[in-house]
């Protein structure tokens, strides 16, 4: 993926997450499909961004919290984790870790 795409591909989820936070209550499927241009369908990746398909909600609701505190290292996931509330995070972990392998 190049960095144009990348940057695009940002700015759809930016511009994707604020539409849903307006709507209000996304679901975890909802917040997901700001997720799946990067991670794959389902989660399950093709390409550089790692596969967050049927990973344990803790361990997804750990990884997003420490993006977005900046306590672990990421190219572009600290940003995006910004973007969304704890309960978004909840719900979007929880969605990803129903998806079975
Ligand atoms: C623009 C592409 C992109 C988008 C959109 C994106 N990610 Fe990521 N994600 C990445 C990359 C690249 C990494 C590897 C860490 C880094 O460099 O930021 C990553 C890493 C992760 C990890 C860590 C996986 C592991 O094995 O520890 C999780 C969890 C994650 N992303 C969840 C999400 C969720 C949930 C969303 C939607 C809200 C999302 N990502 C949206 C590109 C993206």
Known sequence: MSILNVKSALL??????????LAGGASGEAIGFTCNGCHGYD???KGAAPSIKGLPATYLENA??????DKRPAT????IAKGYTDEEITAMSEY???LKN
Do not use: E, H, P
Not at 12 to 21: H, I, K, T
Not at 64 to 69: E, W
């Open 43 to 45: 989660g399950m990746s």
């Open 96 to 98: 990803y870790a129903s």
């Open 64 to 69: 997003m919290r420490d993006f977005k505190s």
């Open 12 to 21: 759809l989820a930016g511009l994707m997450a604020s539409q849903v936070a």
């Open 76 to 79: 572009i996931m600290n940003r």
